[in-house]
């Protein structure tokens, strides 16, 4: 099946716009095919529209923006972006300033409301080549059907994801569908990011660390990340209390960090102070706030990681740490693919008991760490 863009228009075009939805978990995935595309057409330039296009803009999404933005420039490869706005005026400054840019093509691949995407582009331009994935629900069929009309090619997002195992198989599938991307135009063969982080960041990840851990290289780090941007995929702080004294009772050299999204770092680190049961024990609470890239420094710090399925736990599987996932069982696409003992809760994570968890870290710790002074038992 020939790409819906084909390699003459991609050689022959000058601009290219991709739109998504864009989100940290996303990201690790997609990036890949953009770094492939631009290695593919080095002429060609990129832009992306992340907005993610809500007929009611809602402000807390804006939080996403510093971090994207941070990732994107990171990349090297991406000229303007358009991020997630506050409100319709600002959306409609942003559709004003890509008219400007003469889009030769714009692509995108999703899967939330694929329609006001497509409504979008055509009228960021009249005269671009638009292709974009559609999705269900159809909560305006009439509409859906006018605004995908006035577009020039679409493919089934949803078709492709009920044959995918994985999600990187699914941003495989769209890829190659739009533009005839294939494993082979893959920069190092992967389909998730490695991640090159700064010195700078590696070596405020290690101040935090040796705080922690009094400077004891004996210590083993434990990486927890329990909230995420859904209810049902968070871990409530009363089962991960419990999860965390029921480790203690075990091991002797176990310090934790929390991390939290920016918004909650507050009230997680208040938990932990004002828990008797928890303030007494090694543990800090952590956000990235100067830059993003803070985050996956400290993760490579860190021995292991326990996270629900979030950001965090996909950035494990790009640092190469063991990790135990907790998740709910509808979300099989977005299981982390590496060292993972993954954990599915009956449609919410927190019906995942503590005990589930202990043991499976256990379980990695035993795996990776045994005969080592690290893991100490208590007697």
């Given at each position: 099946m020939s790409s819906l863009i084909s390699h003459t228009q991609l050689q022959s075009a000058q601009r290219i716009l991709y739109m998504t939805h864009l989100a940290i978990g996303d990201f690790v995935y997609q990036s890949v095919w953009l770094k492939a595309l631009k290695a593919k057409y080095p002429h060609l330039v990129i832009d992306v529209w992340f907005d993610d296009c809500r007929s009611r803009p809602q402000s807390w999404a804006t939080g996403r923006n510093?971090?994207?933005?941070?990732?994107?420039?990171?990349l090297g490869i991406i000229d303007n972006t358009y991020p997630i706005v506050g409100n319709l005026a600002q959306r409609q400054g942003y559709i004003s300033q890509a008219k400007?840019?003469?889009?030769?093509?714009?692509?995108?691949?999703?899967?939330?409301?694929?329609?006001?995407?497509?409504?979008?582009?055509r009228k960021i331009s009249s005269s671009a080549y638009i292709v974009a994935s559609k999705s269900k629900p159809l909560n305006n069929p009439i509409a859906k059907w006018l605004y995908f009309k006035n577009i020039d090619a679409h493919f089934s997002y949803d078709d492709i994801a009920k044959h995918s195992?994985?999600?990187?198989?699914?941003?495989s599938q769209c890829f190659e569908r739009a533009l005839g991307l294939t494993c082979d135009d893959l920069v190092d063969g992967k389909k998730q990011l490695a991640f090159n982080v700064d010195a700078i960041y590696q070596q405020q990840a290690r101040t935090?660390?040796?705080?922690?851990?009094?400077?004891?290289?004996?210590?083993?780090?434990?990486?927890?990340?329990?909230?995420?941007?859904?209810?049902?995929?968070?871990?409530?702080f009363a089962q991960l209390k419990k999860v965390i004294l029921t480790l203690e009772k075990k091991y002797q050299n176990l310090v934790y960090i929390f991390n939290c999204p920016p918004d909650?770092?507050?009230?997680?680190?208040?938990?932990?102070?004002e828990d008797s049961d928890?303030?007494?024990l090694a543990v800090t609470t952590f956000t990235a706030k100067q830059n993003f890239f803070q985050l996956p420094a400290l993760i490579a710090e860190s021995d292991i990681v326990i996270s629900a399925e979030t950001a965090t736990?996909?950035?494990?599987?790009?640092?190469g740490k063991p990790q135990v996932t907790i998740m709910s069982n509808d979300l099989t696409l977005w299981q982390p693919k590496g060292d993972c003992i993954?954990?599915?809760?009956?449609?919410?994570a927190k019906s995942i008991t503590p005990q589930q968890i202990v043991d499976a870290f256990t379980q990695q710790l035993n795996q990776h760490f045994s005969g080592t002074s690290k893991l100490d038992k208590r007697p």
């Open positions: 510093k971090v994207l933005n941070e990732w994107i420039d990171a400007e840019l003469n889009y030769d093509l714009i692509v995108f691949i999703g899967k939330n409301r694929s329609e006001q995407f497509a409504k979008i582009a195992e994985h999600i990187t198989d699914l941003y935090l660390i040796e705080k922690l851990t009094t400077n004891d290289n004996n210590k083993l780090i434990v990486f927890v990340n329990h909230l995420s941007t859904a209810d049902k995929r968070d871990y409530p909650k770092l507050n009230e997680v680190t208040t938990q932990v102070a928890l303030n007494c736990a996909h950035l494990a599987v790009c640092m993954i954990l599915t809760g009956s449609g919410q």
